[in-house]
């Protein structure tokens, strides 16, 4: 079965966002500063967020978006 994403960057404030799935949630931390889950309120992974990404360099961002 097919699935669409929803990628959308905000140049201004200097975000990715990437949503899997549009249901009402919220946003919590990973274990990097700079990804945030978003969280549906049954508790699955429906997306992230990705801070400053213009100011990433290196080695590819890896984050755990545990449910």
Same mark, same amino acid.
């Given at each position: 079965? &097919? +699935?669409?994403? +929803?990628?959308? /960057?905000?140049? %201004?404030? !200097? /975000?990715?966002?990437?949503? =899997?799935?549009?249901? *009402?949630?919220?946003?919590? %931390?990973?274990?990097? !500063? %700079?990804? @945030?889950?978003? $969280?549906? @309120? !049954?508790?699955?992974? #429906?997306? =992230?967020? #990705?801070?400053?990404?213009?100011?990433? +360099?290196? *080695?590819?961002? %890896?984050?755990?978006? $545990? &449910?």
């Amino acid at each position: 079965m &097919a +699935k669409n994403i +929803k990628v959308w /960057f905000d140049e %201004e404030a !200097d /975000f990715l966002e990437v949503t =899997f799935e549009e249901a *009402p949630g919220y946003m919590r %931390e990973t274990d990097r !500063d %700079e990804v @945030m889950a978003r $969280v549906a @309120m !049954d508790g699955r992974v #429906i997306g =992230f967020q #990705i801070l400053g990404v213009s100011r990433l +360099k290196g *080695p590819p961002l %890896e984050a755990s978006l $545990v &449910a």
